[in-house]
């Protein structure tokens, strides 16, 4: 095990005046301009607050969306503009927006006598190099600054220069508050799960899970299966899946793992029932099978009530329960309710319980039973990959 640290924003000291880059992850979903859900700016706020409060002079960057460059069309379409506009609005703060993320420009700022305001650097995929993990333009932004903050989680996975070769440069540099709450609860699922350990997956493809499962596999005690992925599962069990989808690539894989769980005397369970219909356009011809098979004409897109029962009896003894993946089709009610069942089960339980996927966490959220998780992951590409064994780029670089 590793014996490097990362540092928590509460264990800088002398932070007066000190000059800091915050790295947040302010990607929020947009439309014309308009914030479409703003959770991310509000998660933001305690780390921003606090350094605020320490006295620092906060400069902020973050990206948004995905732009190809620097064109005007996409400075339009990918422009932090409307983040500062909220950023006013919650921290009751004036807030530069600089333009040029790469630019000299908040150097004088930053040196000001009295500093009574926030910089937020433009969108930093706007800068070149952010994304090649470019050096020199890390060491453009390091020498503006004497502290590095990472509370990015969501970006963590990715070697972009704000993210890897900054923080590799700043010698003092610590995890905002948000980053420091998810590398706790992931490490202690991934490191050390109080057993029984349940790992709950569902979503579109085996593909995305392999690597969590098997770097998870001597120690899951109970693996759950719903979601698409289930019906590879299935097949590999020579049910009847009929127009379900099914990864025929991975069906071999699915019987192999089969195996190893059985020769470790560990259980898989898979869905007995489940929610039926001829087509996704047309809900309301749905059914319910009887069994696990599922006839040709007919795919599934949920799991059904045995199915919710059999889970949730099993989550009901769980000390540990990890879930990422959807049930069902989640998005197109009421396809949800498998998902929703099993949100009520997780959260009923009087183990550890962390999701971690966007869709996952997004159901979750939708069900009403959110609040009562351990934890909710904000990164589902950063959970996977951690759960997956894989060291995360900002996290490795942060350590001391
Ligand atoms: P997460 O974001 O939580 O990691 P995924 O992205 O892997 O989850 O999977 C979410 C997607 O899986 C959703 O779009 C959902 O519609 C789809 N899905 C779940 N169950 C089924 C199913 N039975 N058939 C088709 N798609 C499914
Ligand atoms: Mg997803």
């Known amino acids: 095990m590793r014996n490097k640290v990362v540092k928590g924003l509460k264990e800088l000291e002398n932070l007066k005046d000190k000059k800091v880059f915050l790295r947040l992850d302010l990607n929020v979903p947009m439309k014309d301009g308009k914030i479409l859900d703003d959770t991310r700016i509000r998660e933001a706020l305690p780390t921003i607050q606090y350094l605020i409060d320490q006295g620092c002079r906060v400069m ?46 908040p150097r004088g700022l930053l040196a000001e006598g009295k500093f009574d305001k926030i910089l937020l650097l433009e969108n930093l995929r706007f800068a070149k190099g952010e994304e090649a993990n470019d050096n020199a333009l890390a060491q453009k932004w390091a020498k503006l600054v004497d502290v590095y903050v990472n509370d990015a989680y969501g970006s963590c996975h990715r070697a972009h220069a704000s993210i890897d070769a900054l923080p590799r440069i700043v010698r003092v540099k610590a995890s905002g508050f948000l980053l420091e709450k998810e590398i706790e609860m992931l490490a202690k699922v991934r490191n050390s799960p109080p057993t029984p350990f349940a790992l709950v997956l569902g979503g579109s493809k085996v593909t995305d899970k392999i690597g969590v499962i098997e770097n998870m596999i001597n120690k899951i005690d109970v693996l759950m299966i719903g979601g698409a992925m ?80 059999l889970f949730q009896k099993e989550l009901s003894n769980c000390k540990t329960i990890f879930w990422n993946g959807p049930m069902g089709v989640y998005e197109v009610p009421p396809f949800n309710e498998g998902s929703f069942a099993i949100a009520k089960a997780i959260a009923e339980t009087e183990g550890f319980t962390v999701i971690g996927g966007g869709d996952s966490a997004a159901a979750a959220v939708e069900s009403g039973y959110a609040p009562k998780f351990t934890h909710i992951s904000t990164g589902g590409g950063a959970s996977l990959e951690y759960m997956e064994g894989k060291d995360l780029p900002g996290i490795l670089a942060l350590e001391q």
């Not at 948004?64 to 006013?88: H, I, Q, T, W």
């Not at 087509?279 to 599922?294: C, E, F, M, V, Y």
């Open 60 to 105: 902020i960057g973050s990206h948004l969306g995905r732009p190809k460059g620097n064109g005007a069309e996409d400075r339009k379409n990918f422009s932090l503009e409307p983040v500062a506009s909220a950023l006013v609005e919650k921290l009751k703060k004036e807030v530069v927006l600089i333009d040029s993320p790469d630019s000299d420009a």
């Open 230 to 309: 289930a019906y590879t599962f299935m097949k590999a069990k020579g049910l009847m899946v009929g127009g379900s989808r099914v990864e025929a690539g991975k069906v071999d894989y699915a019987k192999e793992l089969l195996k190893r769980f059985e020769a470790r005397d560990k259980k898989v369970l898979l869905p007995i029932d489940h929610v039926i219909v001829k087509s996704l356009d047309a809900p309301a011809g749905r059914q319910t099978t009887k069994g696990a098979d599922i006839e040709p004409g007919w795919m599934a897109v949920d799991i059904g009530p045995k199915t919710r029962e």
